[in-house]
């Protein structure tokens, strides 16, 4: 049982591993009576949650070499859909992507699409690749419209999210965009100014005609044919001009792509039947509270797990290394150098490191004064067993 203090009062803290722990194997056998079946990928990392830090998994033994006291140290499960290995996950992400970033301004630009379309997304998964490849050709298509005889090239970032605030199925996507592009005269060019509505036009015209080569079906012909005449501006795309790049939207558009959807303090209460969480809304500042069968918050956390192999964070233009103009790319300055980004790998892989920077404490401190030193390191047959099953099956 965990406790944490909000307004200086102490409150219970509830879990997501603690959620899933309690109900999984009954929200398989529910499933198994509905007909419905539950993707390989998503049983294996619930499980994965659900073992972790469990010493039945494995774990290191330290033993002081004054006192001889011994610690034991549990063995983590490296899933990016748990909220204790998922954070160190997306800052080892952010980290890397605004190393990668020149050092000039960058806009936050997102792709939505209509809830129309939502239901198909979620029925195929494979046709979420469509979306990084359309808002690419939206980019590219705004970008060749400057120039046709330089055809400059720009560089961003593409990061898929599946969700809204509410944990609904909701895919959309951020991107990093960089204000410079290059030409074929290798020579570099800013753009700050982006023709909004004709982003919004084309974003629309590329969605709807790669969803209409893959969906080749007269309902969904008849669907496009009503979105265009509903949205007659074209599907709704955020790109606010910024004067100078903000890091703190690296770490909006990984934190979810490599972290679980929901963060455990947003959970206010669960009975054990139904959990209640909060969330904001999109443009309004009130904080609401929704309450759901803990059956349905399974599902609203499960639907986000992504497919094996499958990249939620795609880089495209001169941030590409397959792209011709990456060469040109290495020349500029970076936004971080490869000395600091050194020390800050190092920071961030050690979880001793990690503990010390977030409470000031060294866990393999003894009380004697005296440092912990690594004795053992006792490993899991089953968990070997079960990697082998799950990666050569």
């Known amino acids: 049982m965990k406790w944490h203090t909000v307004n200086n009062q102490i409150a219970r803290k509830y879990t997501i591993k603690e959620i899933f722990t309690a109900h999984w194997h009954m929200f398989i056998c529910e499933m198994g009576t509905k007909g419905k079946t539950i993707r390989k990928v998503i049983r294996q990392e619930v499980e994965k949650i659900i073992g972790c830090q469990r010493l039945e998994n494995g774990f290191a033994l330290y033993e002081c070499p004054t006192c001889h006291q011994t610690k034991i140290v549990p063995f983590t499960c490296k899933s990016r859909f748990c909220n204790t290995c998922g954070a160190k996950y997306s800052k080892d992400r952010a980290l890397n992507m605004s ?28 046709l979420l690749d469509l979306l990084f490849k359309a808002a690419a050709d939206t980019i590219y298509y705004c970008f060749a419209k400057r120039s046709k005889s ?70 969904f012909k008849s669907l496009a044919g009503k979105l265009y005449a509903g949205h007659s501006n074209g599907f709704y795309v955020n790109a606010p001009p910024v004067k100078h790049f903000n890091a703190g939207a690296v770490n909006y558009i990984v934190r979810y792509a490599g972290r679980p959807v929901l963060a455990q303090s947003r959970i206010k209460s669960y009975d054990g039947k139904s959990v209640a969480f909060t969330y904001t809304p999109h443009g309004s500042q009130q904080l609401l509270e929704e309450t759901v069968l803990v059956s349905e918050f399974i599902k609203r956390l499960i639907i986000h797990i992504p497919d094996r192999n499958f990249k939620m964070i795609r880089y495209f233009g001169f941030y590409s290394c397959r792209h011709a103009m990456h060469a040109l790319y290495k020349l500029r300055e970076k936004r971080i150098d490869p000395s600091t980004l050194v020390n800050l790998r190092k920071t961030n892989n050690s979880w001793r490191k990690r503990i010390y920077r977030s409470f000031l404490l060294d866990p393999l401190k003894c009380v004697c004064g005296a440092f912990f030193e690594l004795a053992d390191k006792f490993i899991s047959y089953r968990k070997i067993r079960d990697y082998l099953r799950y990666n050569t099956s």
């Open 99 to 126: 190393a990668k970033l020149i050092y000039c301004q960058h806009r936050h630009v997102v792709f939505t699409i209509p809830e129309a379309l939502r239901p198909y997304f979620a029925h195929d998964r494979t």
């Open 150 to 219: 330089e055809a400059y090239t720009p560089g961003f970032i593409s990061a898929l999210h599946t969700f809204g605030r509410d944990l609904k199925w909701n895919p959309h996507i951020h991107m990093i965009l960089c204000a410079e592009a290059v030409g074929k005269s290798r020579r570099w060019k800013s753009f700050s100014h982006i023709n909004y509505e004709g982003l919004r036009r084309s974003w629309q015209f590329c969605l709807l005609k790669l969803m209409q080569e893959e969906i080749k079906s007269p309902a």
